[in-house]
């Protein structure tokens, strides 16, 4: 194990952070991905510190395939551009860059952070200042120690600055900060302690389990999309039964999930014994092949067990108007997006009615009033169109309103 020094707060030099060589950590650099390596060597030849970073490089530690793979550097996001041609500038507060791969794939690349992350200039360059960091300042500012770990593929090691690589091997789920600061700072994080204990099948510790119990409703005061993309996270997982049952043990189901939590416990039913956790089991099996389904098809099978009970399914004049508004209010909190809900409520109303034909053409409304033939001449009369407009060509040379010279 190697030892990486810096100067204090106080200017004296003190240990900064492990160094772990692949002699220790054993990393198999086959399954690390050849496009992360080559971004990661790209930004090194340019003279910048740059790691694959995050849950990429705790899935190599515990001996799992990485879903994703993401970058940290400490080059600014025009910087990375002039990098790489292909990359792309997202966000306004805090810029990442995607640097495409191909057509569809590409690697997240981030700047370190600093502690803080606010800016308090409305500047750009003393916005960037306040916003990007050193290494260290981007490991303090992490989730979870097992999340703060920097691998670097080149020199085939590990940098670790808060204790993670010690976590990790001993299966221990903890927090950069004490739980309860933790979790008051972002309620998000609760649901992430669940995810991780089972993703990593780590014991999820007993005060944090009880914290969690006691806190559980400050998720409500997250953003909604926030908590619905870590609902999608968990169901492209290929853990979703797992998360979701060590959820309702820790009360999380119900907050999330109040329709379905209530709609079980009307029918007395457990939730690991539902139809709705019997779906989950193949929607993991599907993503364990690399065959996740789209949001919509997940969102979908989440609550068409709700939709389908409903009465009004059959007797309402515009059911698929309804579907859409009760499967809006039935997910809150969660916030899907409107295709995904009108997705969604087109495949429960084809399970409902399999054999209900589509709307006649005549009631779908027009976006522009039918206009007489008598109005449209001759071409409009054929085609059902309106005649173009003949536009007046302007002379060029002279201008407008002036007589011309005389000779």
């Given at each position: 194990?190697?030892?990486?020094?810096?100067?204090?707060?106080?200017?004296?030099?003190?240990?900064?952070?492990h160094?772990?060589?692949?002699?220790e950590?054993g990393?198999?650099?086959?399954?690390?991905?050849p496009?992360?390596?080559?971004?990661?060597?790209?930004?090194?030849?340019?003279?910048?510190?740059?790691?694959?970073?995050?849950?990429?490089?705790?899935?190599?530690?515990?001996g799992?395939?990485?879903?994703?793979?993401?970058?940290?550097?400490?080059?600014?996001p025009?910087?990375?551009?002039?990098?790489?041609?292909?990359?792309?500038?997202?966000?306004?507060?805090?810029?990442?860059?995607?640097?495409?791969?191909?057509?569809?794939?590409?690697i997240?690349?981030?700047?370190?952070?600093?502690?803080?992350?606010?800016?308090?200039?409305?500047?750009r360059?003393?916005h960037?200042?306040?916003?990007?960091?050193?290494?260290?300042?981007?490991a303090?500012?992490?989730?979870?120690?097992?999340?703060?770990?920097?691998?670097?593929?080149?020199?085939?090691?590990?940098?670790?600055?808060?204790?993670?690589?010690?976590?990790?091997?001993?299966?221990?789920?903890?927090?950069?900060?004490?739980?309860?600061?933790?979790f008051?700072?972002?309620?998000v994080?609760?649901?992430?302690?669940?995810?991780?204990?089972?993703?990593?099948?780590?014991?999820?510790?007993p005060?944090?389990?009880?914290?969690?119990?006691?806190?559980?409703?400050?998720?409500?005061?997250?953003?909604?999309?926030?908590?619905?993309?870590?609902?999608?996270?968990?169901?492209?997982?290929?853990?979703?039964?797992?998360?979701?049952?060590?959820?309702?043990?820790?009360?999380?189901?119900?907050?999330?999930?109040?329709?379905?939590?209530?709609?079980?416990?009307?029918?007395?039913?457990?939730?690991?014994?539902?139809?709705l956790?019997?779906?989950?089991?193949?929607?993991?099996?599907?993503?364990?092949?690399?065959?996740?389904?789209?949001?919509?098809?997940?969102?979908?099978?989440?609550?068409?067990?709700?939709?389908?009970?409903?009465?009004?399914?059959?007797?309402d004049?515009?059911p698929?108007?309804?579907?859409q508004?009760?499967?809006?209010?039935?997910s809150?909190?969660?916030?899907?997006?409107?295709?995904?809900?009108?997705?969604?409520?087109?495949?429960?109303?084809?399970e409902a009615?399999p054999h209900?034909?589509?709307?006649?053409?005549?009631?779908?409304?027009?976006?522009?009033?039918?206009?007489?033939?008598?109005?449209?001449?001759?071409?409009?009369?054929?085609?059902?169109?309106?005649?173009?407009?003949?536009?007046?060509?302007?002379?060029?040379?002279?201008?407008?309103g002036?007589?011309?010279?005389?000779?």
């Amino acid at each position: 194990m190697l030892l990486r020094y810096g100067p204090s707060k106080d200017g004296r030099i003190e240990k900064k952070a492990h160094i772990y060589t692949l002699a220790e950590h054993g990393i198999d650099t086959h399954q690390v991905d050849p496009d992360a390596s080559w971004v990661v060597r790209q930004l090194r030849r340019e003279g910048f510190q740059a790691y694959i970073v995050g849950g990429a490089v705790r899935d190599l530690l515990i001996g799992r395939h990485p879903k994703d793979f993401d970058i940290a550097t400490d080059a600014h996001p025009l910087q990375i551009r002039r990098v790489f041609h292909s990359a792309r500038i997202i966000g306004r507060r805090f810029r990442i860059v995607h640097v495409y791969c191909g057509r569809e794939k590409y690697i997240e690349v981030t700047t370190f952070r600093s502690r803080s992350s606010v800016g308090t200039s409305s500047s750009r360059t003393s916005h960037d200042n306040n916003l990007y960091g050193t290494m260290e300042e981007d490991a303090e500012r992490r989730d979870f120690t097992m999340n703060a770990l920097y691998y670097n593929p080149v020199g085939r090691q590990v940098i670790d600055y808060v204790g993670g690589y010690a976590d990790i091997k001993a299966r221990r789920i903890k927090t950069l900060l004490p739980a309860e600061t933790s979790f008051a700072e972002d309620p998000v994080r609760m649901i992430r302690a669940v995810k991780y204990a089972c993703l990593a099948d780590f014991p999820l510790p007993p005060g944090m389990a009880n914290l969690i119990r006691r806190q559980k409703e400050s998720i409500l005061s997250c953003s909604r999309e926030r908590v619905t993309e870590e609902v999608y996270k968990i169901l492209t997982s290929g853990k979703a039964e797992g998360i979701l049952e060590l959820a309702d043990r820790m009360q999380l189901f119900a907050v999330i999930f109040p329709a379905l939590d209530a709609s079980f416990h009307a029918a007395r039913q457990k939730v690991a014994d539902t139809p709705l956790f019997a779906r989950l089991r193949s929607l993991d099996e599907r993503a364990r092949e690399g065959k996740a389904l789209a949001r919509d098809a997940m969102f979908e099978l989440l609550f068409r067990d709700l939709a389908l009970e409903r009465k009004e399914l059959r007797e309402d004049v515009d059911p698929l108007s309804f579907l859409q508004q009760f499967l809006r209010q039935c997910s809150e909190p969660l916030f899907p997006s409107k295709r995904d809900i009108g997705i969604a409520a087109e495949a429960v109303l084809r399970e409902a009615w399999p054999h209900r034909k589509p709307p006649a053409a005549s009631t779908v409304q027009r976006r522009h009033p039918p206009v007489p033939a008598s109005a449209r001449g001759a071409a409009g009369a054929l085609t059902g169109r309106h005649p173009p407009t003949r536009r007046r060509r302007r002379r060029r040379g002279r201008g407008r309103g002036k007589t011309p010279p005389q000779p």
